[in-house]
């Protein structure tokens, strides 16, 4: 019969690096969708106002906005402009409503 040696410490070293690079990688991806999760939750939120307020102007109802937003009108003869931004980040979205 043939002798056995078993596992080299350097496969377990070599192993130990491949399976420590894969899980970085993991962690860097998930991180990754986590950030654009978040992004687009408050992209999601800051929309959800915007098209409230657009609403509202075309129902000839006060605007009412959620105090985490800011809220810029400007109107004139047949358009307004509604521009919606979050007061904790530089996301601001527009729209032009006819009315």
């Known amino acids: ?5 078993g596992i080299s410490l350097t496969e ?28 687009l939750s408050l992209q999601n939120s800051t929309l959800l106002q915007l098209d409230n307020a657009s609403e509202q102007l ?6 009412e906005i959620d105090a985490q937003f800011h809220l810029t009108y ?12 979050r007061r904790s980040d530089l996301l601001t979205l527009k729209r032009i409503v006819s009315i």
């Open 58 to 63: 075309l129902a000839k109802h006060p605007f």
């Open 12 to 39: 377990v070293l070599v192993s130990l690096l491949l399976v420590t690079s894969a899980s970085l990688a993991l962690l860097k991806q998930q991180w990754h969708v986590s950030q654009l999760t978040n992004q």
């Open 74 to 85: 400007t109107k004139n003869q047949h358009q307004a402009l509604i521009s919606v931004s």
């Open 1 to 5: 019969m043939g002798t056995c040696d």
